[in-house]
């Protein structure tokens, strides 16, 4: 089968036609769809700060007046500034970034029985600069009739704390 001229053009510009619309309906369809970024991407964003590592972070549970921009629950009338149990993450060193890894409070009586227990509540996720640090007090305890000493464990990730010979003045009560 031989093609003329006029025929030969008239198949160029269909196939040239029915390219472009391939490409446009293409394009429209992916520009729905959004690109997920990966992890490594997401904590780039977080923060230049290289990661802290585990000698540059400590964790303890500390006799402390509360400061008011780092509670939980800022209602909770903490009576007349008094020290009471403070969970207090360090950082020693360099500048760095310390991910969030979870938080975990539990604080028992002197038989072992739960009186209070917070999950998540104090964010100390953040950039760290040298020798600074953060700290989240008690906002208060379940049961205040069981008797001392009490005992705070606060576990950060991989760090863990543990206060014992607590007051109940200690634990907000």
């Not at 923060?47 to 972070?57: A, F, G, T, W």
């Not at 069981?146 to 760090?159: I, Q, T, Y």
Request: proline letters at 6%; aromatic letters at 8%; a positive charge.
């Amino acid at each position: 089968m031989k093609i003329g001229g006029e025929g030969l053009s008239w198949v160029i510009v269909s196939a040239v036609v029915v390219l472009f619309a391939a490409a446009g309906i293409d394009a429209l369809r992916s520009s729905d769809r959004k690109p997920e970024p990966s992890a490594t991407t997401t904590e780039q964003l977080l923060s230049v700060l290289p990661r802290c590592n585990r000698r540059q972070i400590s964790v303890s549970i500390e006799r402390r007046r509360p400061v008011a921009r780092y509670q939980p629950l800022p209602e909770v009338p903490w009576k007349n500034g008094r020290r009471i149990a403070t969970v207090v993450v360090r950082h020693g060193g360099k500048p760095c970034h310390q991910p969030y890894a979870g938080f975990d409070l539990k604080v028992r009586d002197r038989a072992g029985h739960l009186i209070a227990d917070w999950k998540g509540q104090f964010n100390y996720e953040g950039d760290y600069g040298a020798f600074s640090s953060r700290t989240w007090s008690l906002p208060g305890v379940w049961d205040c009739a069981r008797r001392g000493p009490f005992v705070a464990r606060a576990v950060l990730g991989a760090f863990v704390a543990r206060r014992g010979n607590l007051s109940h003045a200690d634990v907000t009560c």
